[in-house]
């Protein structure tokens, strides 16, 4: 069936650098993607959206890149904290009405590591 | 965003028995979910919850299991039946943003079945 996945469950990078988390969905009907920060024993935390129409946005420290052609999603952040280590899941759903009324389908997430 | 908070944070039940699970949130929402975290993996959607109306279960889930309740627009229920060590998982509640906004989720129910 339809569903969104991620390349690699483990990420880990040094301190300060960048990260690159990729995304894969299968639904080209979806039109709406947003990517939660999972910090231990609290539920997703929002980071960053991205509607069809757009290929990028950019945030505080973030970036995400919407590749329609190839159904990749992915989410970079800058210079790496240790405030960052965290599960990071991609989420997706289609005929986004900009009123929040469809559920989401997540990924499988990347837990992020950040080394000293 | 909407401050969700959910009740109880975490539980220990006996199989056999059931749970409520309440969210409560401080501002009014059209609509409401209810995902499931097992351990080590993703969300899934168990169902939509709008006020005044029946839940829509995702495919997998059904009412008898996990009835739910939508009696105002700040408030939700979610009960875990006749439970079995597999339901054991996170149980997370979401709002639906005005407008544009996204779905933001509260902490979560802590689930353990024995």
């Known amino acids: 069936g339809e569903s969104v996945g991620l390349h690699l469950p483990t990420l880990s990078v040094q301190e300060g650098d960048n990260s690159i988390i990729n995304c894969a969905y299968s639904?080209?009907?979806?039109?709406?993607f947003i990517w939660y920060k999972q910090e231990s024993g609290k539920g997703p935390q929002f980071i960053i959206d991205i509607r069809s129409n757009m290929d990028k946005r950019q945030g505080q420290r973030v970036t995400v890149l919407l590749n329609k052609t190839v159904k990749h999603l992915s989410l970079q952040i800058a210079a790496t904290q240790p405030g960052d280590s965290a599960v990071y899941f991609c989420a997706e759903n289609e005929q986004y009405s900009g009123g929040g009324a469809d559920g989401l389908t997540f990924g499988k997430g990347t837990h992020l590591i950040i080394q000293p | 965003s909407a401050v969700i908070s959910q009740k109880p944070s975490r539980d220990i039940c006996q199989r056999g028995t059931s749970l409520t699970i309440q969210c409560q949130v401080d501002?009014?929402?059209?609509?409401m979910f209810w995902y499931r975290q097992q351990p080590g993996q993703s969300l899934t959607l168990i169902a939509t919850a709008n006020q005044g109306s029946e839940a829509t279960y995702e495919s997998g889930f059904v009412i008898d299991k996990f009835p739910i309740s939508r009696p105002n627009l700040t408030f939700s229920t979610l009960t875990v039946s006749n439970m079995s060590p597999e339901d054991s998982s996170i149980y997370l509640c979401s709002v639906a943003g005005r407008g544009n906004q996204p779905q933001h989720f509260g902490d979560g129910t802590r689930l353990s079945i024995l």
């Open positions: 639904n080209s009907a979806s039109d709406y």
């Open positions: 501002s009014q929402v059209t609509m």
